[in-house]
């Protein structure tokens, strides 16, 4: 599997932290070359010296995934510093968890911006170099949330449908040229929940977290697995759980 993936260049939003850390370091230990997006440039050049000191090859730029330009930027980064890329992982995402009727339009919007516009802005920004070589891999993080829809997840759950959608259009729109991949986690050991506002939503979340959530390699393997695989296969669904979450 290392022989498949060796060399290939990877883009990660979301990269600083959580999930889009662990895909980092894994990529890169298995000889991936990433570049990684985030809006938190410290903890983001803190991982690129982690996976230099080790031996890996690894760039960062500051990047918001609700501005069009930073992905754009991103990727201009990734072909100015290794002259391709292979595949994006679009990453980045937010919860704010609430029912609907207390009209947290704040939070529909950073979600709606993040997890859904954001997607779309990676996928815009990476498609014109995929289609150029006529080879490319896009991997969309998205989540369990949006497979059972429980109360206070509406929002939530319905921009990571909206991807699941958008994902399985593209699937069946491309030429297989450019592949693409959906891999939605569940609970997984990650600081993601310290960001939901509301405290009620946020204890029960993290109180899940610890009692069942499992680590955020999981994830990484499964983009390893997918990338991994000769140009005629293409990995669809994957959907990664801890085996007691319901």
């Not at 990727?75 to 994006?88: C, G, K, Q, S």
């Not at 939070?107 to 709606?112: L, P, R, S, Y």
Request: glycine share 8%.
């Amino acid at each position: 599997m290392q022989d498949e993936i060796k060399n290939k260049v990877v883009l990660i939003t979301g990269a600083s932290s959580g999930i889009g850390r662990s895909i980092a370091l894994e990529l890169a230990k298995n000889g991936i070359k990433v570049v990684l997006g985030a809006r938190r440039i410290e903890q983001l050049e803190n991982i690129v010296e982690e996976i230099k000191n080790k031996g890996g090859e690894a760039s960062c730029r500051v990047t918001d995934v609700k501005n069009k330009a930073d992905l754009v930027n991103l990727v201009a980064l990734a072909i100015e510093r290794y002259e391709r890329l292979d595949v994006i992982v679009n990453n980045a995402g937010v919860s704010q968890l609430s029912k609907i009727d207390e009209l947290d339009t704040e939070g529909w919007e950073e979600m709606i911006d993040i997890n859904l516009k954001g997607v779309l802005y990676g996928m815009a920004a990476a498609i014109p170099v995929f289609k150029e070589k006529r080879s490319g891999h896009i991997i969309n993080i998205i989540s369990t949330a949006g497979i059972k829809i429980t109360p206070t997840m509406g929002v939530y759950a319905g921009t990571k449908n909206a991807v699941r959608t958008i994902t399985e259009a593209f699937r069946q729109e491309s030429d297989g040229s450019i592949r693409i991949t959906g891999i939605s986690p569940g609970f997984i050991n990650t600081d993601f929940a310290n960001n939901i506002r509301n405290e009620e939503m946020r204890a029960a979340i993290i109180e899940s977290r610890d009692q069942i959530g499992i680590s955020p390699i999981a994830i990484a393997d499964a983009v390893i697995y997918a990338i991994s695989q000769p140009k005629d296969i293409e990995i669809g669904d994957i959907v990664i759980r801890p085996a007691i979450q319901n």
